[in-house]
């Protein structure tokens, strides 16, 4: 079924004031988001924050539900975070790591990176970079080689990297790295809400999402999977403290172990209304419309003078970045931004070489636009006739 985007947009206060073309670094909330956020805040302002808490317990309960039926899994599998880096440092450190080395891709997210770099460090393991070709996409023949050689502990996957429309292969990788015997963690940030995510298929041992991109949900939310066997290995290894928590009378390991004891409950309600969202209009029509509004953006930037796209020629994604020669992405963002048009920048990462650490000392080179179901195709048109 095909999305009533006049509805969609009329659902979307902020779609009268600008045309957000800023989907992959926060999507513009819809009403029924906001709504449930104030909502909450307004109980807590009227009879105290944990009594509030007490009142939406079922709602709170039902989050872990809907995100387990967005990505699959057991809601005892999910856990609620503030930030998908953290959930990310947080939840790698569950896995167990025998081998010698830990493969990634070259376009994986720079906060990922140092936290790998750090893991590396103190374990006296070797960062590998797997190769890819010049549109960054990976080569799985070179990851099944690199599998085969039986030392590898850990391989780290960002789905859809923050620089591009590139998705990475993931359910491939996964498959490999389950054949292997070799945990699989799959930074799933941008392409929760955009793209259909089934942890069964994608084999991947953790998988992390925000809320604020794709999703539509507020800032400050995010969430990580734990496969419940993840969960019981790292509870078995010796000195294990991780705790049993307690629901219902009865113990049992769950994933929200990692969460922190202080979070906002209000965001949290309002992750679970972005997705219970999502999940009412269905994934693939969201990406059934993100793709053809991608692809439109790109082709249109293409005949541009002075303007080079990135990446590769068929976006798989909503993120379309793109260089305009004589000025900097500063001075596109922000000429953009005078016309009510937002975009972002970001620091595209240099082709054919296998160095990771400059990912995180890089200066913007590139302008992202990134389409959302509810843009318009009068919005793309905007963007050009501004570049214009
Ligand atoms: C691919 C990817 N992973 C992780 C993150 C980090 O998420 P957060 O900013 O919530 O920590 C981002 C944010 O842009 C991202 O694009």
Not at 62 to 87: C, F, K, N, R
Not at 140 to 149: D, G, K, P, S
Not at 242 to 247: C, F, G, I, N, T
Request: net charge neutral; hydrophobic share 45%; glycine share 8%.
């Amino acid at each position: 079924m095909s999305l009533n985007i006049g509805a969609l947009r009329a659902d979307t206060p902020g779609t009268r004031t600008v045309a957000h073309l800023n989907n992959a670094g926060s999507s513009l909330m819809p009403r029924p988001v906001t709504a449930a956020v104030v909502g909450h805040l307004r109980r807590e302002e009227q009879v105290g924050g944990y009594e509030a808490a007490a009142e939406a317990a079922a709602g709170l309960e039902d989050v872990y539900s809907s995100v387990a039926s967005l990505v699959g899994g057991h809601p005892d599998e999910i856990a609620l975070m503030e930030s998908g880096s953290t959930a990310w440092a947080l939840a790698v450190a569950l896995l167990p790591v025998h081998g010698r080395r830990i493969l990634v891709a070259r376009t994986e997210y720079r906060s990922n990176i140092l936290v790998l770099i750090q893991l590396a460090t103190r374990l006296g393991l070797k960062l590998a970079v797997l190769e890819e070709d010049t549109h960054g996409n990976i080569n799985l023949a070179h990851l099944r080689r690199e599998l085969v050689r039986g030392d590898v502990a850990l391989v780290a996957l960002t789905h859809v990297p923050m620089t591009g429309g590139l998705v990475n292969p993931a359910p491939a990788v996964g498959r490999l790295c389950a054949d292997a015997g070799v945990p699989f963690i799959l930074d799933a940030c941008q392409s929760v809400g955009q793209l259909p995510l089934d942890v069964a298929q994608l084999a991947c041992d953790i998988l992390i999402g925000t809320g604020r991109k794709f999703l539509r949900g507020p800032r400050g939310t995010a969430f990580a999977y734990v496969r419940a066997s993840v969960l019981e290995q790292a509870a078995a290894a010796p000195r294990s403290r991780l705790p049993l928590l307690r629901d219902n009378g009865e113990e049992r390991l769950q994933a929200r172990l990692l969460e922190s004891r202080e979070a906002s409950m209000a965001l949290r309600i309002g992750l679970g209304r972005a997705v219970d969202y999502a999940l009412d209009l269905g994934i693939p029509p969201i990406r059934e419309r993100v793709l053809p509004l991608a692809q439109t953006l790109r082709s249109h930037l293409a005949v541009l003078p002075r303007v080079r796209v990135h990446g590769q020629e068929h976006p798989g994604s909503g993120i379309v970045t793109f260089s305009v020669s004589g000025s900097t992405a500063w001075q596109v963002k922000e000429h953009l931004a005078r016309q009510h048009i937002n975009v972002s920048t970001v620091a595209m990462p240099p082709s054919g070489t296998e160095e990771l650490l400059p990912i995180t000392a890089r200066t913007p080179t590139a302008v992202r636009a990134s389409v959302h179901y509810y843009n318009s195709e009068e919005e793309i048109q905007q963007l050009i006739s501004a570049l214009r």
